[in-house]
């Protein structure tokens, strides 16, 4: 392989090593200013849009023992990679596509898996990291109300009860 094409691989590569993830996306009739947008917008998930060459990215994605990509491989194509949040990403990526209308997921990997475009909507549409901890957090809380509510409702029963008596007692 030529020197400057290894060093567009090796480049590429250093990209994909960023994240778990990536998203393919055709980047056809976006403009220069729309690409520096969705980077703007990705910078704050710590995320990278990257124009790549297809024959390059090919190679990188089997050095680093991805998964087969060729039938995504055709147009022209940029990848998304980087950030510790992909349901973030995917719903920056998401957003931008549904304004721009211009640009679309081919595909994506995730945890060394092919995923539809589809299912990268479907990411999109999780909830965030900190919607989940607190559903999370309220799971665990809810046993340990339920537990108060029950142990709560013995004393009250009684006070009831002990008051129904002293009601009766005062009418007769």
Known sequence: MRPEKQF???????HLQKSD?????NYDRITV???????????????????????????????RSLPDLEDFLAGPTAIVIGGNNPSGVAKIIKSFFAESSKVEVKAGVLEQRVIS????????????????????????????????????????????????????????
């Open 21 to 25: 993830y990536v998203f393919l996306a």
């Open 8 to 14: 567009l691989v090796d480049e590429v590569s250093r």
């Open 33 to 63: 200013s729309e690409v520096s947008d969705l980077r703007d917008r990705l910078a704050a998930e710590q995320a990278e849009f990257h124009v790549v060459k297809n024959s390059v990215l090919r190679v990188a994605a089997k050095e």
């Open 117 to 172: 475009p589809d299912e990268v909507k479907q990411l999109a549409d999780l909830p965030t990291m900190e919607v989940l901890r607190a559903q999370f957090l309220g799971l665990l809380n809810q046993p340990a109300s339920m537990l108060v509510r029950v142990l709560n409702a013995v004393p009250t029963s009684m006070v009831t009860v002990l008051q129904a008596k002293v009601r009766q007692a005062e009418e007769n």
